[in-house]
Antibody, heavy 121, light 108 residues
């Protein structure tokens, strides 16, 4: 059973860059077939797809965030990471890593527990 | 991007009652690529339905999905105590993938 776990700082200052890592266990990112995804959930409940990455390194980002987002892979550690720059208070959210169902089915059947990130000075 | 509007915002029902949740898309969802999730406090969303009407692994048959084009429905035939939660729809037919704002099913 695939499991995902987010890690990173819970408090980041405005204008700085958020860095989160998702560690995957029970399955290998390099086996292919799945896109590895970041999703965030605002305090008011709304969910927003941030972007994803394939084992080949191919990425896709939400146009609303594209200028500030970078998703990368570290297959030696079976991890993928999110960087979000130029943070404001509006970026305060719970950040989830997730795996899609595979083979171009972009719904999410495995999720991490989520990491709360607060942007505040 | 496709905007998903869920209604009602809150549904107050008793255990054993039927719940009907709506998800309306601002444009047609390609290939009916519509999923439903359940979320309880402090937990990640849990996949219930994909492809508008297919139940995910391990999901009880009291959960059913229907609809096509722009109008989709999640039905819980008889509410169990563990079903009181927030439900989200998500379209994955057109990037960027988007979610509805959620419907809370609460105990009456």
């Amino acid at each position: 059973q695939v499991q995902l776990q987010e890690s990173g700082p819970g408090l980041v200052k405005p204008s700085q860059t958020l860095s989160l890592t998702c560690t995957v266990s029970g399955g290998s990112i390099s086996s292919g077939g799945h896109y590895w995804t970041w999703i965030r959930q605002y305090p008011g409940k709304g969910l927003e797809w941030i972007g994803n990455i394939y084992y080949s390194g191919t990425t896709s980002y939400n146009p609303s965030l594209k200028s500030r987002v970078t998703i990368s892979l570290d297959m030696s550690k079976n991890q993928f990471s999110l960087k979000l720059s130029s943070l404001t208070a509006a970026d305060t959210a719970v950040y989830y890593c997730a795996r899609d169902a595979g083979w171009a089915s972009y719904y999410f059947d495995h999720w991490g527990q989520g990491a709360l990130v607060t942007v505040s000075s | 991007e496709i905007v998903l509007t869920q209604s009602p915002g809150t549904l107050s029902l008793s255990p054993g009652e039927r719940a009907t949740l709506s998800c309306r898309a601002s444009q047609s969802v390609s290939s009916n690529y519509l999923a439903w999730y359940q979320q309880k406090p402090g937990q990640a969303p849990r996949l219930l339905i994909y492809g508008a009407s297919s139940r995910a692994t391990g999901i009880p048959d009291r959960f059913s999905g229907s609809g096509s084009g722009t109008d989709f429905t999640l039905t819980i035939s008889r509410l169990e105590p563990e079903d009181f939660a927030v439900y989200y729809c998500q379209q994955y037919g057109t990037s960027p993938w988007t979610f509805g704002q959620g419907t809370k099913v609460e105990i009456k």
